[in-house]
């Protein structure tokens, strides 16, 4: 990144947009107002941006149901009895996964409980979970309720990984060295793939590897990384993952989730697992008969009727992005936050009023950047706000600003800049 020389004018960040071959799709989003004007949204991460096809998309299944009721789940180009197979493919793309590996369902909190039931059996030898300290609330809970209903004590067998002194981020020598260091009592890996707060985008190749040397799974929450950094779970050999399709796959709030399970379990009904009919062979399911016989891959975890709206609202976003090439989406990313992470340390640089506590090194991060503010607080914050620029907050004191490949420009990080400069020349 350091070869490309960014400058902080308008003419320079006008040049990058006009190279830019995925400017066009900012046209597919609604942006919100602010005073009036329309937002710098930097807040993908949080909630993405209503695609304006969604209507078009719910439309449509509104007047399947209108006009065929019942007779929706059968007929029609995408009867609903087999809706699910239709986001299969962008997903595939979007988490490195085999088609049969993925499924949307649920929410993601759910589906996070529904694979500890399959993978995470402790033993009174094999017990452990590893998990970045600090992790996301509903991942911490989630960890205590599942160890607690094992009879087990949370305080000995979650085990939470930290940074060094003095630093903000993990090293992947030190999460190495930590699973190696529970061993044989080691039954989980269970962390971020990209962490919320801190932006760090976890090597979960390593880990995975490390995880597996000694016996122990290895999942992952990618709330934060599907649809922002590159995946290759199957190839990773990663065993489980979920995330949300609300942040950056940009589907609407609390819209459904999806899992990941390696092809290594597809045909594993030994594997205990809570089911539904709606993971029953499909070829079987309408026999309403006694035994489960879970269908081959990740369908086999789904356990109720799929959630056809919500569905509908997933794929207009999914279409986009399979429009747009996950590769493409990228590549302009590392060039967008790169253009982000120049003008904060050109213009706060000296001040150290600012400092970006996500990695440097585009392979450990994805679009968001987490900055420290440690002059004038959420006050600095709420000025940007009132100047349009829609970022979010996480106390104490950081700010994580996400300028999404997709939708934002280089001229709203020059824009945000120019907002930055006139806020710090207040604040400091
Ligand atoms: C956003 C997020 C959640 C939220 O979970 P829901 O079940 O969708 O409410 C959980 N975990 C992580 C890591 C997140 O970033």
């Given at each position: 990144m350091k070869t490309l020389s960014y400058s902080y004018t308008e003419a320079f960040a006008q040049e990058?947009?006009?190279?830019?071959?995925?400017?066009?799709?900012?046209?597919?989003?609604?942006?919100?107002?602010?005073?009036?004007?329309?937002?710098?949204?930097?807040c993908g991460n949080s909630l993405g941006l209503q695609p304006k096809s969604v209507k078009d998309y719910l439309n449509k299944e509104l007047n399947n149901w209108a006009e065929m009721a019942v007779d929706g789940h059968f007929h029609g180009e995408d009867a609903w009895y087999h809706i699910r197979k239709k986001s299969k493919p962008a997903l595939a793309e979007i988490l490195g996964a085999q088609e049969h590996e993925v499924v949307a369902m649920n929410n993601l909190t759910v589906n996070l409980h529904l694979l500890m039931v399959t993978f995470y059996q402790p033993t009174k030898e094999r017990y452990k979970i590893l998990i970045e300290a600090g992790a996301f609330p509903s991942d911490q809970y989630m960890l205590e309720s599942q160890v607690k209903w094992h009879g087990l004590d949370p305080d000995t067998t979650i085990i939470e990984i930290k940074p060094r002194e003095g630093e903000h981020t993990l090293r992947t020598e030190d999460i190495v060295a930590e699973i190696k260091r529970h061993g044989k009592e080691l039954a989980l890996v269970n962390m971020a793939g990209l962490q919320y707060y801190s932006g760090q985008l976890f090597d979960m190749k390593a880990i995975t590897k490390a995880a597996h040397e000694v016996g122990a799974l290895a999942g992952f929450d990618l709330a934060h990384a599907a649809g922002n950094a590159p995946l290759s779970l199957h190839d990773w050999e990663v065993d489980f993952a979920t995330w949300c399709s609300y942040k950056y796959l940009n589907s609407g709030p609390g819209n459904v989730s999806g899992i990941y399970i390696h092809e290594k379990y597809a045909e594993r009904p030994d594997l205990p697992r809570f089911a539904g009919w709606w993971g029953h062979d499909e070829a079987q399911r309408f026999l309403m008969e006694k035994g489960f016989i879970p269908m081959f891959g990740a369908d086999g975890w789904q356990l109720a009727n799929s959630n056809v709206l919500a569905l509908a609202a997933h794929q207009a976003s999914l279409d986009i992005f399979h429009k747009a090439g996950i590769k493409n989406l990228r590549k302009k990313s590392e060039l967008l936050t790169g253009y982000l992470e120049f003008l904060i340390r050109e213009i706060s640089g000296e001040s150290g009023i600012l400092e970006i506590i996500t990695p440097e090194n585009p392979s450990e991060r994805g679009c968001q950047l987490s900055l420290l503010i440690h002059q004038g607080g959420k006050a600095v914050f709420d000025e940007w706000y009132q100047h349009g620029v829609v970022g979010d907050w996480r106390n104490p004191n950081v700010i994580r600003l996400a300028p999404t490949p997709l939708y934002n420009s280089f001229m709203d990080v020059f824009r945000f800049a120019k907002i930055l400069e006139q806020s710090l020349n207040k604040f400091a």
């Open positions: 990058m947009d006009q190279n830019d071959p995925l400017r066009k799709f900012r046209e597919h989003f609604f942006f919100p107002k602010v005073n009036g004007q329309e937002a710098l949204y930097f």
